[in-house]
Each structure stands twice: as C-alpha cells, then as structure tokens.
C-alpha cells in the first residue's frame, strides 16, 4: 500500500514558525488532511483540502502541497500546539481504495 | 453538537472476538460515513475501514479483510465494528470517525476511543 512519511520529531521557538511535512506518491493526486492528537485524546481535524480550516481552529494553522509533499504550517507557533500531528491521504497504489496515515511527527515548542 | 459515543474498554484472549459501538448524535446519521481507526500503544493511527450509514456498503483494509466486519443500526444511530481472531497485535485504541460528506477519508468528528486489551 501506500506510504506517507512524515519526520517523526520536529521543534520550533515560542512564537515562531514552523512547518510539518508529509511526502507520499498519493499526493500528488489528492490533498491531505492534517490532524493534531494531544496525548491521551482523540485526533483533531486542523487541516483539509485545499487549505481549509474547520471551525474553531486558529488561523495560524495553514496547509500547502506541491509535488509530492504536503505541508503544514503554524506561523507563530504557542505552547498549546505542542502535539503530535498526523497527516492523511487516500492510498493511491493499486486498485483497493484505502485511507492511510503518515507515522506522525512530535512537534516541540520551545 | 456533533457526538460520537464509544463503548467501554474491553479485555479479550487471543482468538476471540470484540465488537465496538459508536453511537452518533447531534447530526442525520445517514449522511455521513463512519470509518473506524486504530492506535496501537506509542503508535500512530491506522486507518481500518469505512462503512456508509446510507446504504451499508463497506470498504475495509487490505489487511484486516477477513477479520473485520462494520455495520449500523439506522434505528439507534449507532455503527458498529467486530474484529475476530484477535491476536496480542490487536492491542491498540479504536477510534470511530465521521467522514465529511464529499471528502474521501477526511474526519471531521471522531469518538473519544475504546481501548481493546488482547492478552492470555
């Protein structure tokens, strides 16, 4: 199947910015969902299409692809976004459709 | 509100079989899809399948076909996921997700996870 990789650690300063990654074949026909998961909760959808947010999630969180890689950006990053962030795709490989998620990345504020 | 409600947490012996509820509400059931995820300890999320409140019709991973059946009951708002022949790597978090409608695999609300225990 396919495979969205993702860098497992990354960490910003309080208040800068930071981007989070996620390369796979599949996006390079269609978006990435990106998703925060707090430890001992549920994931949160931040992220879909295009670069669209849901309701109630801060303007700082923004997405972007081209190519291959999908970003998510967190332009003035606060210590509440410290989490670990998945992304999603459709798996583009063969002919079975299926959902697939990156292996995540720890996401650090300093 | 938009609520998903999961059953309680489960201790199975290898070779059995868990079956996790996920009662929706707060929205028309029949619109949305469910798909259902897992979280084994430490790890990331794994996506297990989908299954249309509307009609039924399923799709499950590759890796699970066989083992795993999802279902709904229109009259309760409720889906339901069964995994059979549960082996210690079965050990994970289960988490039901409602699909945004006109999205593929894109989850807008998501249960609060039912942990599945496998041990002898």
């Known amino acids: 199947s396919s495979e969205l990789t993702q860098d497992p650690a990354v960490s910003v300063a309080l208040g800068q910015t930071v981007r989070i990654t996620c390369q796979g074949d599949?996006?390079?026909?269609?978006?990435a969902s990106w998703y925060q998961q707090k430890p001992g909760q549920a994931p949160v959808l931040v992220i879909y299409?295009?670069?669209n947010r849901p309701s109630g999630i801060p303007d700082r969180f923004s997405g972007s692809s081209s190519g291959n890689t999908a970003s998510l950006t967190i332009t003035g990053a606060q210590a509440e976004d410290e989490a670990d962030y998945y992304c999603n795709s459709r798996d583009s490989s063969g002919n079975h459709l299926e959902g697939v998620f990156g292996g995540g990345t720890k996401l650090t504020v300093l | 509100q938009v609520q998903l409600v999961q059953s309680g947490a489960e201790v199975k012996k290898p070779g059995a079989s868990v079956k996790v509820s996920c009662k929706a509400s707060?929205?028309?059931?029949?619109?949305?899809?469910i798909s259902w995820v897992r979280q084994a300890p430490g790890q990331g999320l794994e996506w297990m399948g989908w299954i249309s409140a509307y009609n039924g019709n399923t799709n499950y991973a590759q890796k699970l076909q066989g083992r795993v059946t999802m279902t709904t009951d229109t009259s309760t708002s409720t889906a339901y996921m069964e995994l059979r022949s549960l082996r210690s790597d079965d050990t994970a978090v289960y988490y039901c997700?409602?699909?945004?409608?006109?999205?593929?695999?894109?989850?807008?609300?998501w249960g609060q996870g039912t942990l599945v225990t496998v041990s002898s």
């Open positions: 997700a409602r699909e945004i409608t006109g999205t593929e695999y894109v989850f807008d609300y």
């Open positions: 707060g929205y028309t059931f029949t619109s949305y899809g």
């Open positions: 599949s996006l390079r026909s269609y978006y």
């Open positions: 299409g295009k670069n």
